[in-house]
Structure formats: C-alpha cells, structure tokens
C-alpha cells in the first residue's frame, strides 16, 4: 500500500489564490523531496529538505518539514498559470530501505 | 548537459508481442531507477540499479517484466508478452550515489497495448 500519503488528490484554484498540497509518511524519513511535472512532461526535481523542522523558498513557493520529519507541505503564494500540474513528494528513509518513496501527488489546475 | 534519454517517446504494439525500452542514463551517474505511470496506481518504482547491478526488483509486476543495464551509460526494460494493462508511461531516471541526491527523469516513454 502507499506508504507516503499527499493531500489533496487534486485541488483547482483561482489564479491569484495560495495553493497548498500536504504530505505523510507512516515513518520517519531522512530527507524528502518535491517534484513537480507539468502535463505530458517528466517530474523536475524542486527542492530537498533534509533538517527536522526546515523551511525553505523557492519565489512564491515554501516548503516545510515537520520537526517528526513524517510530514512536509508545499504551499504556493498567489498561483500563476504557469503552476499548473502535478506535485509529487517522495519520501527517504531506512524504513523504504533508503529507496524514494513517491506521493500520489496532487493535481493542480489555475483558472485564470 | 545531455538529460536522461529514453526511446522510443511513444511505443503502439499489439497484445503478445515482445516491447523494449531504453535508457541512457546522465553520465557519471551510478544509479538507475524504472519508474510506470498510470492514473491508477500513479508513480511506481519497478527496478532500480546501483554500478549496473539490480539491487531492488521487488516492484517488477510479474515475470512478464525483465530489466538489463550491461553497462554504466545503458539500460533495458522488456515486456514479453505485453498485455493491455501494461499501456503506461514508463519513465528512466538517474542520480549519483553521493548523500541525498535528486533523481533526474527521462522524458519517458507512452507505451500503448492494443
């Protein structure tokens, strides 16, 4: 079964409006890792987080990981068109036997 | 920098017959990863390699599925007989096997079952 859980499954939002997309693993992880894929593309590494409690920025995207490190979010400031697509999270960690461990990602459409 | 290649981009064939994909890895890069993409089952890692030795072939779905990498710049994945629900995109990816490192993907390969 899917041992690294992502909220929501698909989330459709005004352009201009923050977007948020969550992510759960059943362990703690060593690192984790978002990437995103654009619609008939490949997934494009983003960012990695690898401290307990970490935050970085990318522009108008944050990213988060849990002081547990089993949880880690993405939010999204005041979304473009040009942020369209699916945003997966991919989890590490001796438990999956150090293998990544994809998220089924979260679907993100922006009406404009 | 060349990219992860994979061929061919699209791939139709009809239900028994034998399919390959192939996958040039980035060089220098000593691990590789098999990845199918469905909307059912989403992203599933299928076999992966470290200095061309398989090391995890736990996700392969049965042995209709073999994977080769005889050597560090090229890899293999066989479907003989293919089957309808085999048709997914099936995607390559690479990284090196220092620390935590991302994984770079193929553009992939769409693979249709008659």
């Known amino acids: 079964g899917q041992q690294v859980m992502q909220i929501p499954q698909y989330q459709h939002v005004q352009e201009g409006e923050d977007f948020t997309t969550y992510c759960n693993s059943s362990?703690?992880?060593?690192?984790i890792q978002w990437y995103k894929q654009r619609p008939g593309g490949h997934p494009v590494f983003l960012i990695q987080?690898?401290?307990?409690?970490e935050v970085k920025k990318q522009k108008r995207l944050t990213f988060q990981f849990g002081e547990a490190k089993k949880n880690s979010s993405l939010h999204i400031t005041a979304t473009q068109t040009t942020d369209v697509g699916t945003y997966f999270c991919?989890?590490?960690?001796?438990?999956?036997?150090?293998?990544?461990?994809f998220g089924a990602g979260t679907i993100l459409r922006v009406k404009s | 920098d060349a990219g992860v290649i994979q061929s061919p981009r699209h791939e139709v064939t009809e239900m028994g017959q034998e399919v390959t994909l192939r996958c040039k890895p980035i060089?220098?890069?000593?691990?590789l990863f098999w990845y199918r993409q469905t909307m059912m089952r989403g992203l599933e890692l299928l076999i992966y390699?470290?200095?061309?030795?398989?090391?995890?072939d736990s996700g392969m779905p049965e042995d209709r599925f073999s994977a080769k990498m005889p050597n560090a710049s090229f890899s293999t994945l066989k479907i003989q007989p293919s089957e309808p629900r085999d048709s997914a995109v099936y995607f390559c990816?690479?990284?090196?096997?220092?620390?935590?490192?991302?994984?770079?993907f193929g553009d992939g390969t769409r693979l249709s079952i008659l």
């Open positions: 362990t703690t992880l060593s690192n």
């Open positions: 390699f470290n200095n061309n030795v398989p090391i995890d």
């Open positions: 991919a989890g590490q960690g001796l438990e999956y036997g150090n293998k990544l461990v």
């Open positions: 060089s220098g890069h000593d691990y």
């Open positions: 987080l690898v401290k307990s409690g």
């Open positions: 990816a690479s990284r090196s096997g220092t620390g935590f490192q991302p994984q770079h």
